[in-house]
């Protein structure tokens, strides 16, 4: 069983930054792949980055460059750099572990966290 608790939403201006922080406890967390997803109103579930035990990393086309996921296993804590946020970046973001075959399909994931808020808006 693994547990995850994500922090570090918020409402945040056009332009601006936030870090998304998902802290993992209940099994071994270096070994798992983490990934980060949101889901806007209305709208399916998307993906957004993900990590690799090994460290690998994916994201989603049109966040790259934008978006940076990093993963600190001492801590047992993956994050979710977003910086030049958008009015579109508004949504729950929601953090996931497990062993993926796929990172990008939510259904690999074993376990997920609440959600935090995000929303972007002047």
């Known amino acids: 069983q693994v547990q995850l608790v994500e922090s570090g939403g918020g409402l945040v201006q056009p332009g601006g930054s936030l870090r998304l922080s998902c802290a993992a406890s209940?099994?071994?967390?270096?070994?798992?792949?983490m990934g980060w997803f949101r889901q806007a109103p209305g709208k399916e579930r998307e993906f957004v980055a993900a990590?690799?035990?090994?460290?690998?990393?994916y994201y989603a086309g049109s966040l790259r460059g934008r978006f940076r996921i990093s993963r600190d296993n001492a801590k047992n804590t993956m994050y979710l750099q977003m910086n030049s946020l958008k009015p579109e970046d508004t949504a729950v973001y929601y953090c996931?572990?497990?062993?993926?075959?796929?990172?990008?399909?939510?259904?690999?994931?074993?376990?997920w966290g609440q959600g935090t808020q995000v929303t972007v808006s002047s």
């Open positions: 990590i690799r035990s090994g460290g690998s990393t």
């Open positions: 996931a572990a497990g062993q993926a075959n796929s990172v990008s399909r939510w259904y690999d994931y074993d376990y």
């Open positions: 209940g099994r071994a967390f270096s070994s798992s792949d």
